[in-house]
């Protein structure tokens, strides 16, 4: 078991790496999502597809 993990310990840190990166833009989206902010990245006013992105008011 540790001959594997002297002999894939680049490949292991590179995958940490990644997928903290990931979980950091994936967290970044839920923020934005929940605070209303746009994916966008511009405002709805004059957006044609406004609908599709927020849905109807209630």
Do not use: D, E, Y
């Not at 990166?21 to 923020?31: E, H, K, M, Q, W």
Request: proline content about 2%; aromatic content about 6%.
């Amino acid at each position: 078991m540790l001959n594997f993990f002297i002999s894939n310990i680049g490949t292991i840190i590179v995958s940490l790496i990644l997928l903290i990166i990931v979980g950091f833009a994936v967290r970044s989206l839920i923020s934005n999502k929940k605070n209303g902010k746009s994916s966008c990245g511009c405002g709805c006013a004059n957006c044609p597809s406004a609908g599709i992105c927020h849905g109807a008011k209630k």
